[in-house]
Every structure is written in C-alpha cells, then in structure tokens.
C-alpha cells in the first residue's frame, strides 16, 4: 500500500486549485487509490488535494503584521491590499492612459479574480445565474470578428475553466474600490457575477418528475410496466381486451442461473471498460473545476463482443435460452439495478459536496431516484458512464439477434423476416452510432446534469435492453410482411431521422468543441453573458431540439415495420412522451443558464421540436 505523508487531523497548508496560494487546511481523510488527501479549510470547504499541493506549516514563514489569513475568502482584503503595493506597479492614473496597460489592468483584474473567492460547493444552476442575465444580447455570424469580440468581452478559456472551478463571489464594494470604470471592466465584473454559484439547496417546486410522490410513483410503476408489457407480448393475442396478462408467481420468475449469466454478462463489459485502448479525453469541467478522464473504447468493446457472440454460435451455444427466459433476464437486470441504487446511494453519503449532482435535493427519496453523485467512480472506473453505453446498450443489440434467431427457430424460416432485418440493422445503427460518437456522451444532460442513481441505472439496465429491443421481441410471435415498396419507404423514413439525428447533434458537439471552428463560420449565433454562445440557424434555427426531432422520426421507422398492431407502437409514444419532457427540464436549465439571450434564441427559433406543431 502506498505511504502517506500527512496523518488525519493533521493543520497543514494547501494550495487553492490552480492558484499559488496555500492556505492552512485539516487533513480529514486520505483515498489511497487515487491518492487524494480531502482537506477542510477553515472556512469549512472541503476539496481533495493531491500531496504535492500540501506543505507542513513548518515550511512557511510567518507573515509580518499577522497576515495570515486562513482561508481564500478571509484573505481578500489583504488581497487587495498587498496587490496594490507590487513593486513595479505604476500609479493607477498613468495606468488608465494608455490602451495597452488598460489591457493589462484588465488582465490584472481578471487574475484577480481568480483569488477573491469563496471557494463554496455549489450549485452550478443556482437562481444567482438568472439574476445577471439580464444584459442586451445579440446576435452574429460565428466568424472571425464574432471571435475579436468573443475574446474581448469574455475570460480566456483558461480563466473560464477557473471561473468555473471555483464560486467567484462579486465582491461589489471591492469592484467600487477599484473604480473600474471602463467597458471592458464592466464586461470582467459581469463576468464574475454570472459565474457565482450559490450552495442552493433544491426547493420543493424545483423537484423534477413531480417531486417525492412522482419519482415514488415511476420506481415502482416502471418495473410493473415492464413486466405486464412483455407478458401482454407473448400473449397470442395481445389486445387490450386482453388486459391483464395472466400473471406467472414470482418464483417462476427468479432463477439464480439467469441471474449468473446476467452477471457474466456484465463482468465481460467491466473487463472491455478496463481494457487499455482506445483515446483518453477530459469532459466538461466539473464545479470545483476538476476535469475527469474518460478512456473511449466503447466501439472496440463493441467489436470485441461482436467476436465473442460471434464464436459462441459457432461453437453452438443455445442463444433460444435467453429468449425462452426473457423476464426472468428481465428480473434478474431489475434486481441488480436496484441493490446497485442502493450501493450508489449509500456511497454518496460519503461522497464530499463538491462530487453532488447539481439535480440532488436534499430529499432521501428524490436523490434515491435521481441519483445523489454526479460520477461515482471506483478508483478510474466510472460507474454511470459505464452503464450509459455498454451493458445495456450493447445488450440491446444481442437481444436483438436473440430476437432473429428466435424468429427463424419458432416460425420455422430459412432466413428472417424483412420486417425483423429491418428493425435489427436500424437499431444496430442507432447503438453503433452511439459508440462511434462516444465523446459527445460527455456533454449530455445525463452525464453533466443527472446523477446516478434508480432512473439511470434502471434506464440503462434494465429500459435500454428489454425495451427498447420491444419491436423485435414482438415480432417472433407475430409475424408480420412487409413489402419492399413499403420497405424502402421506410428506410428513407429512417435515413432522414439519422441526417437530422446526426447533423443536430454533430454541429452542436462541434461548436461547443471549437467555436471559432471555420467549418462552422457561416452559422448565426446569439452571444450569452455566460461567454458561451448559442447556434440560431443551422439544424439548430430549424427547432430548439433538432437532435430530438431526428431521434423521434427515427423511433417511428423502428417501430412501422410492426405495423399491424398498437403494441410496438409503445416505443414510439413512450418516445415522444420522454423527449418532450426532457426538452422541457432542458429549456428549464438553458433559461437559468442564459437568461434573456434564452428567451431571444426561443423568439428566433419558436418551435422545441416539431415545426409548426410543437
Ligand atoms: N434513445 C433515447 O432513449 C434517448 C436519446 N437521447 C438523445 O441523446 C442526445 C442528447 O440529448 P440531451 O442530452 O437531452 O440534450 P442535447 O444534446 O439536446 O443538449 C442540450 C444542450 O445543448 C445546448 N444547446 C441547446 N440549444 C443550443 C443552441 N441553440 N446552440 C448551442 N447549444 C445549444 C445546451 O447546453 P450548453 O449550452 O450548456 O452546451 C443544452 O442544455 C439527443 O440526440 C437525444 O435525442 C436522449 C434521451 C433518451
Ligand atoms: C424514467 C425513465 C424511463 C428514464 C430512463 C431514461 C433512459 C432510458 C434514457 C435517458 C437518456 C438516455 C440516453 C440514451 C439511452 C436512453 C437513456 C439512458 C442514449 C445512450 C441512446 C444512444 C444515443 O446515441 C445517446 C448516446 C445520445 C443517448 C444518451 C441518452
């Protein structure tokens, strides 16, 4: 086991996160796999610093005149003070004469930022953002004096990764004292106060999913839903009028085999995760500016288990198994998926404020659902990154060809149906697609906003593989033709879908990427006082959430080849009824975020996902 040079309980200095600064901090606790020593300032916030970042008091000499404020926010007006007697500094009056050095006060005051804080735990869609977007917006083509403009009204990205990393708290009377009296310093204090954060615990009305009782309500209604679905499918008949399903015992439905090949199943994923190939990128910075790595590998463990399944059915192994136990695979995801909601939620009480997702509330209930750690990680495993793509998803397509196989063994076919092939390559499209762009998973509302917990992990887990994999498992118990001429229809149907799907979301990972990106310079944006800007034409000017409208079009091509009943058609509706929802916590945020230039950009752009319609 590695050594550790600070004991707990040890009064040590610790530098502030990327500042030279070191103020007297309490060692509480010490990770010994990542090597992180979590440290209490005096001001009671807690962070986790690497050991290089801490120093025995004893290597630090006094301050004359007792100066030696122990926490970043007491030591502000030292600060100021002590700023103003650097050596070399010109009189304040010769400063603003010339240009150049107003630029450097500018800079100056920007670098004094990135001291003054309180350094909070915080909430990065507190009600404080709101209340400073209030600014006239406007609108301009993404080119390169959009860009002159961009890099003189807003922090450099370096200076906006540490205004995010930290709360920047506006120290009004401290702005008044140094009379900042310019435009350009007006755009730095405005700056400052969009990025304060504010530790906001979430009220009653801002619950999501209708507060307690709604997220009370989906917990024990999904898992019922799921069940009395797939019953209704194997009906013969599976009409309404048919409504209830006869129910099997609960005994029937647990069996401790499917239960180990599920967890088989999921160990083989673990291992692909761990595998040391693939690009390692940062995602988005965290609220206290951290950015965590994650190794895209998803394609590659695609490919590897492709080649696993693949020599199993060569070798002969009898994939009817799974089919002929598909709710008790069912349960057996369901049972896994809640003690693993129960494991995140225990593991979160530990978890230090600054690793909450910005959606917990405070709420046992609410956070068992929502998810109380914005990324549980096990040393580098991260646990709700894992399960987004690869358990489910990648088992979405195996139930698929499950479903095939089925298909050809119980209708006594050559090769599979049209309708089957077609559902099969759209849907392998879809998840295929999703690991090949797997570093846009990072800037998703579920990674960034989400934490996880039941929704997730029973979404995932559980929602993703059994079903979205409906459409095919209702089709090797009721067959259905399809034309070619209603075949290719279809398929335009679902290539469209993919073109916006893509497009959408292509364009908008690609602005975020690179803003100034040449390929994206013929685009009209709206610029927002957080420094980021939003799109107002492209896939983006045609509705607010283009990427949904694809993802929809596509849904409905999914489920068309299983035309002659109601019941595929579940996936559809279910669809419709998520994203609409979810554009509208989406719309929630961005308002937050953005303020008036949110509203200008809905002004411009009126419809949220249907044209004309919605
Ligand atoms: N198959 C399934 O079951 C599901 C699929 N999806 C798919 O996942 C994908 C990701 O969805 P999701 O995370 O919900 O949301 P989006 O990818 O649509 O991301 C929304 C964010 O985009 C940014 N944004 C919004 N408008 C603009 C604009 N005009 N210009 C630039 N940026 C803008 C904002 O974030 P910021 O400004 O902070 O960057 C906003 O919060 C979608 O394609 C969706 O269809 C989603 C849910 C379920
Ligand atoms: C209440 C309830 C049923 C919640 C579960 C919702 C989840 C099923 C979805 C939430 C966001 C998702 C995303 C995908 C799958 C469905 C869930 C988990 C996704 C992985 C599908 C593939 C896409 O290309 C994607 C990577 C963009 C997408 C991300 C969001």
Request: proline content about 6%; some cysteine; overall charge positive.
């Amino acid at each position: 086991m590695p050594s550790r040079k600070f004991a707990d309980g040890e009064v040590v200095r610790g530098r502030w996160p990327g500042s030279s600064l070191y103020y007297e901090v309490e060692i509480l606790s010490h990770d010994s796999t990542s090597q992180l020593y979590t440290v209490k300032y005096k001001d009671g916030t807690e962070l986790e610093l690497k050991e290089n970042d801490i120093k025995p008091l004893t290597s630090f000499r006094q301050r004359k005149g007792g100066s030696t404020s122990s926490s970043p926010s007491r030591r502000r007006g030292s600060r100021s003070r002590s700023r103003s007697r650097s050596p070399g500094r010109p009189p304040k009056s010769a400063r603003r004469s010339a240009s150049a050095s107003h630029q450097a006060d500018i800079k100056e005051a920007r670098r004094e930022v990135e001291v003054k804080l309180t350094p909070l735990i915080l909430k990065p869609f507190g009600n404080s953002i709101s209340r400073y977007n209030g600014e006239p917006e406007h609108i301009e083509r993404n080119d390169a004096p959009h860009k002159n403009t961009q890099e003189k009204f807003s922090l450099s990205q370096e200076s906006s990764y540490i205004a995010t990393q930290y709360s920047l708290r506006p120290r009004r009377e401290e702005v008044k004292l140094k009379e900042i009296d310019s435009k350009e310093e007006k755009y730095v204090a405005k700056e400052l106060a969009v990025r304060t954060f504010e530790v906001t615990p979430i009220r009653a009305k801002d619950l999501e999913f209708g507060g307690v009782p709604g997220v009370f309500l989906i917990m024990f209604g999904l898992p019922v839903f799921l069940f009395l679905l797939l019953l209704m499918c194997k009906q013969k008949d599976p009409s309404l009028l048919n409504f209830p399903p006869p129910l099997p015992a609960l005994y029937e439905l647990w069996e401790t085999r499917v239960f180990g090949v599920y967890l088989l199943w999921f160990l083989i994923q673990v291992l692909f995760y761990l595998l040391p190939i693939g690009k390692v990128v940062e995602g988005t910075p965290l609220i206290d500016g951290r950015r965590l790595k994650y190794r895209l590998n998803g394609f590659y463990a695609f490919i590897l288990t492709s080649a696993v399944i693949g020599t199993s059915l060569f070798q002969g192994v009898e994939f009817h198994y799974v089919y002929s136990h598909f709710l008790q695979f069912a349960l057996a995801a369901t049972v896994f998926c809640v003690v693993l909601s129960v494991y995140l939620y225990m593991r979160s009480l530990k978890a230090p404020r600054n690793d909450l997702s910005p959606a917990s509330s405070g709420n046992a209930v609410y956070d068992f659902f929502i998810g109380r750690e914005l990324n549980p990680r096990i040393g580098t495993f991260d646990l709700k990154y894992f399960c987004e793509l690869r358990p489910g998803l990648i088992g979405w397509v195996v139930i698929n060809l499950v479903m095939l196989l089925a298909e050809m063994k119980i209708q006594d076919r050559a090769v599979p149906s049209l309708a089957m092939i077609l559902v099969n390559s759209f849907q392998l499209l879809y998840v295929v697609d999703a690991l090949w762009n797997e570093e846009a998973l990072l800037t998703t509302m579920d990674i960034i906003h989400d934490g996880f917990g039941f929704m997730l992990a029973f979404g995932d887990l559980v929602w993703v593989p059994f079903i979205y994999s409906f459409q095919a498992f209702y089709l090797v118990s009721h067959p259905n033709e399809v034309s070619w001429p209603m075949a290719s229809l279809i398929i335009v149907l679902k290539l469209c879908g993919y073109v916006i799907f893509r497009g959408a979301n292509s364009q908008k990972n690609a602005f975020r990427k690179n803003p100034s990106d040449p390929k994206l310079a013929h685009l009209k944006t709206i610029h927002t006082s957080t420094g980021k800007n939003l799109l107002v034409s492209g896939w983006w000017g045609f509705v607010r959430h283009p990427n949904y409208l694809g993802d929809l079009i596509m849904a409905l091509a999914w489920s068309l080849p299983c035309f002659n009943h109601i019941l595929p058609y579940f996936y559809i509706i279910y669809f419709t009824m998520l994203l609409v929802h979810r554009e509208a916590r989406d719309e929630y945020h961005c308002k937050k975020k953005y303020g008036v230039a949110w509203e200008k950009y809905c002004q411009r752009v009126p419809y949220r996902i249907f044209p004309y319609i919605y």
